[in-house]
């Protein structure tokens, strides 16, 4: 014991603007994860999982942390313990872009598969972390301190657990390699295909959010990879976890700006342009201004306007309307369209006009499009609701 606690003795503490910059994304990391993780929605998948993710990164980040600055000698029981997490990164961050592109709900039963490389891997080192301190140190200083002296081990003691351990980077630049492939191919997929979910209304901001993840996760794994040409250990990692404190600053910068926090709505007594006075909107309110003002029927009616005259932001409205209805902006605005058209079809004051033309009165821009949203929420075209509600009639 007297020469593990000497061993321990030499190794030095280390703090500088480094360890301080590694630090503060540590710590910011870990809050942003959280407040993502306990204020997201449940039905907001593609977040938690985003949350989940940034927290797998923070405590790699406080691993790497430990063992720069030189304090993990007080804690080597914690040396290698976040190495599973590391092969949650890659599917992580791949299962988010999927998520927000694919709008489609991330569970263990479905996607259970992603998690088996980390999982295996724990498998595979449960023996490495039920060994001693002395092995665990001595893990510790052939990554960050080479020259000074090991502690003297017995040699009965086997490690079964090394074939693998070796070819952990190895394990890493693949998953992260694959993971990128998959990315980048959804991400192209819905930017020029546009087979998204309600491609028609998505901002482009959520494909830059997902492109600049992606654009993130490239950079992350070119750095990556060139530290593991340079470094045979861990010694570079801090190199990685700069990186990472700048991505989760910017990250903290853009979902700030994007809050509603800075809205003179928030803080407003009263919306401006539309006469309410709660400070949260909900759907009934929407309703009754978009009937009241016949909002509708103007053919170039957009979700931004809306949230102008309602003085809230497009992506506020745009979620009410979304959560609350299932539908997008076009499809809510659409159901108003349609209930009018179906009125003026079989209303005689507006015999004179054609079927197109009842279309364009009531805010649709074309044909095409008026046929196709009846056709979506009526299940017949025009011409054929007009002859079974004359049908109906005569019966």
């Known amino acids: 014991m007297d020469t593990v606690q000497y061993v321990i003795d030499q190794i030095p503490i280390r703090h500088n603007a480094v ?44 691993d790497v942390f430990l063992c720069y600055t030189g304090l993990m000698k007080y804690v080597p029981h914690l ?7 590391v092969l949650l990164l890659a599917p992580s961050i791949y299962m988010f872009v999927y998520s927000l592109l694919e709008r489609q709900t991330i569970t263990l039963k479905k996607h259970w598969f992603h998690l088996l490389p980390a999982v295996g891997y724990f498998v595979t080192q449960v023996p490495y972390y039920l ?55 959804l ?7 546009r087979k998204t979910t309600n491609a028609e209304n998505i901002k482009l901001n959520k494909y830059n ?24 250990d861990d010694g570079g990692d801090h190199y990685i976890f700069i990186f990472h404190t700048v991505l989760v600053i910017t990250t903290c910068f853009v979902l700030l700006s994007e809050s509603r926090f800075f809205e003179s ?12 006075t709660s400070h949260t909107l909900s759907i009934d309110d929407i309703r009754k201004y978009v009937e009241k003002e016949k909002f509708y029927i103007s053919a170039s009616a957009s979700l931004k306007d809306l949230a102008n005259s309602m003085g809230a932001s497009a992506n506020y409205i ?76 005569s019966k």
């Open 209 to 232: 959010f997902s492109r600049n993840t992606i654009i993130g996760f490239l950079a992350t794994f070119i750095l990556i990879f060139i530290v593991f040409l340079n470094f045979e």
């Open 187 to 193: 991400v192209l997929k819905h930017l020029y295909a």
């Open 265 to 276: 709505s928030w803080i407003a007594d009263k919306y401006e342009t539309s006469g309410l």
């Open 79 to 85: 040396n290698d313990s976040t190495e599973p997490l």
């Open 318 to 393: 745009s979620q009410i309307i979304n959560t609350s209805t299932g539908l997008n902006f076009n499809d809510f605005i659409n159901t108003y369209r349609v209930e009018l058209s179906k009125k003026r079809l079989l209303d005689d004051r507006y015999k004179h006009l054609t079927i197109e033309a009842i279309g364009n009165s009531v805010g649709f821009k074309s044909r095409s499009a008026f046929y196709n949203a009846f056709k979506k929420h009526v299940h017949m075209s025009p011409k054929a609701f007009i002859n079974d509600q004359n049908i109906s009639i």
């Open 19 to 62: 360890s301080y910059f590694i630090f503060l994304g540590v710590f910011t990391g870990i809050l942003l994860s959280l407040v993502i993780l306990f204020r997201t929605s449940k039905k907001a998948t593609s977040f938690k999982v985003f949350g989940w993710s940034l927290l797998f990164q923070s405590l790699l980040a406080a």
């Open 131 to 185: 060994q001693s301190k002395a092995i665990k140190i001595n893990a510790y200083l052939g990554a960050y301190h080479d020259h000074l002296d090991r502690i003297p081990i017995p040699n009965d003691i086997t490690y079964p657990y090394l074939w693998i351990k070796d070819e952990f980077r190895w394990l890493i630049l693949s998953s992260f390699l694959c993971y990128i492939l998959l990315s980048i191919r």
